[in-house]
Nanobody, 126 residues
Framework: QLQFVESGGGLVQPGGSLRLSCAAS????????IGWFRQAPGKEREGVSC???????KYEDSVKGRFTISRDNAKNTVYLQMNSLKPEDTAVYYC????????????????????WGQGTQVTVSS
């Protein structure tokens, strides 16, 4: 059974850091592009960051320079390091997998992702 287990969310003060993890089971993460998405209350889901199978990355403008996505194929896990967190980063964060070709760049639109995790809550508040 294909499954994602997300972890690392929580409550943090503005300016703080969190590292989200997305561990896959039942499939080989290296065969997929991985994206992180978030959805805040009352807002539409948005793409935050993604990493292609060959390692290229993309970031949504508001998180550039603060968030870093990485993948450890040996551990079948993708990470999202989030620094300098702001209250507007508060949301449920989801990881998702897209069965892209190796050289295809990843996309933040969300349409091509067909496996989704259950989400982890990130709250940035003083």
């Amino acid at each position: 059974q294909l499954q994602f287990v997300e972890s690392g969310g929580g409550l943090v003060q503005p300016g703080g850091s969190l590292r989200l993890s997305c561990a896959a089971s039942g499939f080989t993460l290296a065969n997929y592009a991985i994206g992180w998405f978030r959805q805040a209350p009352g807002k539409e889901r948005e793409g935050v960051s993604c990493i292609s199978r060959h390692g290229s990355t993309k970031y949504e403008d508001s998180v550039k320079g603060r968030f870093t996505i990485s993948r450890d194929n040996a551990k079948n896990t993708v990470y999202l390091q989030m620094n300098s967190l702001k209250p507007e980063d508060t949301a449920v964060y989801y990881c998702a997998a897209a069965p892209n070709g190796f050289f295809r760049p990843c996309d933040l639109g969300g349409v091509e992702y067909n496996y989704w995790g259950q989400g982890t809550q990130v709250t940035v508040s003083s």
